[in-house]
DNA sequence: ACGGTATTTCTAGAAAAATAGAAATATAGA
DNA sequence: TCTATATTTCTATTTTTCTAGAAATACCGT
């Protein structure tokens, strides 16, 4: 990833209202959220919600599929770990920034 | 690490001359560099510079020791760390984003 | 084709960010 | 104290972002 496209991504995700939409997006696991339940969810106007997420969309970090009427959003792990992983390679020291490796969650 | 600060910090990195500045910082390693230097690397404005200095050293990921009559940049690894522990926990599906394990480097 | 629901695009105003020149401040040394 | 160097703060301008209402579009069922 080159350091515009990681830049570009980083404020993409640097906006609370978009953080929370990501987040929620992540929550939702692999089937998804439809804008109209993220609106509802974050109780944003449907203009300023549909203008946040296109950011997200235009840099990777999220997907859409149409399911009938409804645009059903997806976050993108592929571009977030790339996008860690950039972090992790280009903004740490060795060792620094290490404790990253604790996602054995599961 | 709440979600407005994840943002905050976020927005500060996701601006290529401040990833620029963090990275550069980084690189730098533990003595740090001082402003004028980054100012001769990024080739900005004196005043730009502090402005994007600024910000960074707001959020935390950057601090500042003064030499003498020269500042000296240091990146916040700390906070880097948490910055990304907080996205691996929360904006990550397990082992989605795993691959972020690959610091193993040195 | 029509009506309804879902979502986007258009439009516009307000707020915030980026840029940089000029002036101000801080520190060190003579 | 005066000078020089390093950096910030002040000020102003331009550009971008955020917000959301209103109008437009997309898709489905009848």
Redesign the pocket.
């Known amino acids: 990833m080159k350091l515009d496209d990681a830049a570009a991504r980083l404020?993409a995700l640097g906006?609370p209202?978009?953080l929370k939409i990501y987040r929620a997006l992540v929550r939702a696991g692999a089937e998804g959220l439809?804008?109209?339940?993220l609106?509802a969810k974050l109780d944003?106007?449907?203009?300023?919600?549909?203008?946040?997420?296109?950011?997200l969309v235009v840099v990777g970090l999220v997907t859409?599929t149409?399911?009938?009427?409804?645009?059903?959003c997806h976050a993108n792990y592929d571009i977030m770990r790339d996008l860690l992983g950039y972090m992790v390679e280009e903004c740490c020291a060795e060792g620094s920034c290490a404790p990253v490796v604790l996602p054995k969650v599961a």
Chains 1, 2 share one sequence.
């Open positions: 404020e906006n209202t978009r439809p804008v109209g339940r609106q944003a106007a449907a203009s300023t919600l549909s203008h946040h997420l296109k950011s859409q149409r399911e009938g009427t409804t645009l059903v």
